[in-house]
Structure formats: structure tokens, C-alpha cells
């Protein structure tokens, strides 16, 4: 099996299931109680709390423990919102490539009066700090930009836009799930106000993350309940996976820069072995991505069967991002890319891990090159495009 689908989730590190057996061992007491057991449980969260915190160059109490990336989102979405709205401030700046874990949440704000702003890429998958500034307005009350595209891995200029909002006072926030444990992802670098992370992404347990929190910025809960997470985020915290979370981030880390080198090497020599199939384009900078990301799409053919087939001959790879993967809809990113809605559900993304070496590199190729032919010859689009009766839209 070769597994090019570490965007959508990343097998399991070892040393996060040690962590967690462990926890769940000899540390499973609730870390609000005051007995031993809970002291125990406490320690070991206050723990995490600070090694993820010494990555991240920032203190323990900025960071907030939260069932994963989409909870970090919304968490500090609808904060920031709800904040905006005390000051007479109703206007959001965003991307109109953002994961649906944002765009959901701020197409729910807009329904309830907020006036949302979705900046449109360029055609290489890029916002442009430029346009932030120019959609800024008095009323801004919250920017919200990812680090790098889950699609595309098109890494976004949030210095840039972190330095404008500061200047101006507008509360910035990040989904950094692509980019935490991957890149060097330090709030205080980006200047943002909150930063959202997903642990699975870097080889911890699915279902939880942590959202950092600037000191001084207001945090107004999204759940309500109990005093936990000093009263930011009501319920009892998962803490193996916590803690399973915390040692995979320093071992991702660890490994980060030579990691990044070693996948950047092999995600061109695959994006160079695909782009060599006739009338297929990258789609994203091919140089400003993610390093073990690869997007491209094929003429003729839908991502759908391409990922099945694929999946069939023990290659596992995604269409668009995994959480929409079913939907026939083109990808919402490659569309506002500009790419014609024929090629925006043709994309295939492989995004490469620990595990990808050469020879997965090159049996992919291999494979989606058969793929491709296969489903072509069976596409009356595409057999018309080569009698010649219909224009080809690539190359
Ligand atoms: C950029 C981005 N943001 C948010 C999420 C949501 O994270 P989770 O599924 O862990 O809640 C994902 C997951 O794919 C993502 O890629």
C-alpha cells in the first residue's frame, strides 16, 4: 500500500500511541478532581500544555485544548465575532479558499448580519497581502487567513498580513492545520492573534488540537459548561490524546527541516512524472507549496473513478480535499482559482509522508498514467476532443 493522502490524516506516530497507552494507563483520572488520580491526569495535560507551548515559542496558557482543527476554528471565528459585534464592528475579511472549516462558520456569521469579505486567489492558489489591505475597513472587526492550502498547499503571506492587522488593530486569526508540525509555525512570527491546529495532521490521535491564544486578546467560549481550560472550553479534556498529540508534535518537529527537503525533492520529481501525462497542469505555484504536496488535474477525467481505480491498485490519494470527497462539486478552491469547473473535478491531490520514498514516487506515476488512459478511453468528451469535433482545453 502507498499512502499519499497524509493532508487528509496521517498514520498514527508511535510515539504518540506510547503517550496515550500510558495516559490511558496510569493517568485516565479527570484532571479537574482533586484526589491523586486527578492530580496525576493534571499533570500529565499541564505537561503537553508546555512542550507544545516551548515549540510554538509561546506560553502555556495561550495554548487551549480543543478537539481538533475545526473546533480551533470556530472557537476563534465566532470569538472574534462576537467581540466585533460589542464594538459596533461587522466586517470579516477572509479567503474564498479556506477550509470549510472557516468558510462555514463565517457563512453562518453572514447569514447573522456580519458582512463577510472572501478574497479571491490568483491564479497560482495565492492570497495577496495587498488585497487584505485594500478590503480592510473601518468596521473590520477580524481577518481570517490560512497558513497553506489543504488543496493546493499554496503557502498564504500571513507575516505580511499579520504585520497590516496589528497596524490597524483587527484581530487575526490562522488555520495553521496544514502547516503546524510541518513548517515552522510560530504565532508570534505571523502575528496573529490565534492559531488553529490539528493534531492528526502530524502523526497524533484524530479529534483534538489545540487553538493558541494571544495573551490580552478575549477569548469567548464556543462551549459552555464546566470551569476546564481556566473557563475558555467547557469539558472534560481528552488527555491521552493530549498527550499523544504533544509527543508527536516535538517528533514531527524534530524531523521537520530535513523532512521538508527530503519530500520537496520527491514532490517534484512526482509532480514532473505526471505533468509528463499529455494535457494534465499543476494546479498551485510550483514552488511556493507545501513541500509534500502535489495537485494536478487531468483533462478528461474525473477524480472520483481516478481515486478509485488508484485505490484499487493499493495507491491511496484524494480528490479535492478528503472531506469532500464524494460530493461530485468541483473543488471550491481550484474554481476560484479560475480553473474551469472540467478540470476543477479532475484534480488529484497526493500529499506525501514519512513513509513516501522513490519507488512510491515512481510506481504512482506509473499507475496514474494507466489510470488516466484507462478512463480517457472511455470518455465520450474525450473521444470527441480527439476526433477533433470538440476543443481541448490544456495544451
Ligand atoms: C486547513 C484545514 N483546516 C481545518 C481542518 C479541520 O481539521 P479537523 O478535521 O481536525 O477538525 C482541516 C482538515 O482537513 C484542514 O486541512
Known amino acids: 500500500m502507498i499512502y499519499l493522502d497524509y493532508a487528509a490524516t496521517s498514520p498514527t506516530r508511535a510515539c504518540a500511541i506510547d503517550a496515550m497507552n500510558d495516559v490511558m494507563r496510569h493517568a485516565w483520572g479527570n484532571p479537574s478532581s482533586i484526589h491523586e488520580e486527578g492530580a496525576r491526569a493534571k499533570a500529565v495535560l499541564e505537561d503537553a500544555r508546555e512542550r507544545i507551548a516551548a515549540i510554538l515559542g509561546c506560553r502555556p496558557s495561550e495554548i487551549l485544548f480543543t478537539s481538533g482543527g475545526t473546533e480551533s476554528d470556530s472557537t476563534a471565528l465566532f470569538s472574534a465575532a462576537q467581540a466585533g459585534r460589542r464594538a459596533g464592528r461587522r466586517h470579516i475579511v477572509s479567503s474564498a479558499i479556506e477550509h470549510h472549516a472557516v468558510l462555514r462558520p463565517l ?4 447569514a447573522n448580519g456580519f ?30 487567513v ?97 498527550a499523544g ?81 464524494g460530493a461530485l462539486e468541483p473543488s471550491h478552491v481550484l474554481t476560484a482559482m479560475g480553473q474551469p469547473p472540467a478540470l476543477a473535478v479532475g484534480s488529484l491531490r497526493l500529499t506525501l509522508g514519512e513513509d513516501t520514498d522513490e519507488d512510491a514516487v515512481r510506481q504512482t506515476v506509473d499507475a496514474v498514467r494507466d489510470v488516466v488512459a484507462r478512463l480517457r478511453s472511455q470518455s465520450p468528451d474525450w473521444q470527441a476532443k480527439t476526433a477533433g469535433e470538440r476543443a481541448f482545453l490544456l495544451p
Open 107 to 110: 457563512e453562518r456569521l453572514a
Open 115 to 144: 458582512d463577510v469579505t472572501f478574497l479571491p486567489p490568483d491564479r497560482d492558489g495565492a492570497i495577496s497581502a495587498d488585497a487584505v489591505r485594500d478590503a480592510l475597513r473601518e468596521d473590520t472587526c477580524l481577518v481570517s
Open 146 to 242: 490560512m497558513t497553506a492550502n489543504n488543496e493546493t498547499g499554496v503557502i498564504q503571506p500571513v507575516r505580511e498580513i499579520g504585520m497590516l492587522c496589528r497596524a490597524r488593530g483587527i484581530l487575526f486569526h490562522t488555520d495553521a492545520v496544514q502547516t503546524a508540525g510541518h513548517l515552522p509555525t510560530l504565532p508570534a512570527e505571523i502575528g496573529c492573534d490565534t492559531l488553529a491546529a490539528s493534531a492528526h495532521k502530524f502523526g497524533g490521535p484524530r479529534g483534538t488540537g489545540f487553538l493558541y491564544v494571544r495573551r490580552g486578546a478575549s477569548l469567548i467560549p464556543l462551549l459552555l459548561g464546566g470551569n476546564q481550560e481556566r473557563e475558555r472550553r467547557a469539558g472534560t479534556e481528552n488527555v491521552a490524546a493530549i
Open 245 to 325: 498529540m504533544a509527543a508527536a508534535l516535538e517528533e514531527s518537529v524534530r524531523a521537520m527541516h530535513d523532512e521538508a527537503e527530503r519530500l520537496a525533492a520527491l514532490r517534484d520529481r512526482l509532480i514532473a512524472g505526471l505533468l509528463a501525462i499529455p494535457r494534465s497542469v499543476l494546479n498551485g505555484h510550483p514552488a511556493n507549496r507545501l513541500p509534500n504536496n502535489v495537485n494536478v488535474s487531468f483533462e478528461g477525467v474525473e477524480g472520483e473513478p481516478l481515486i478509485l481505480l488508484l485505490d484499487e491498485r493499493g495507491i491511496r490519494a484524494s480528490s479535492g480535499a478528503a472531506c469532500s470527497a
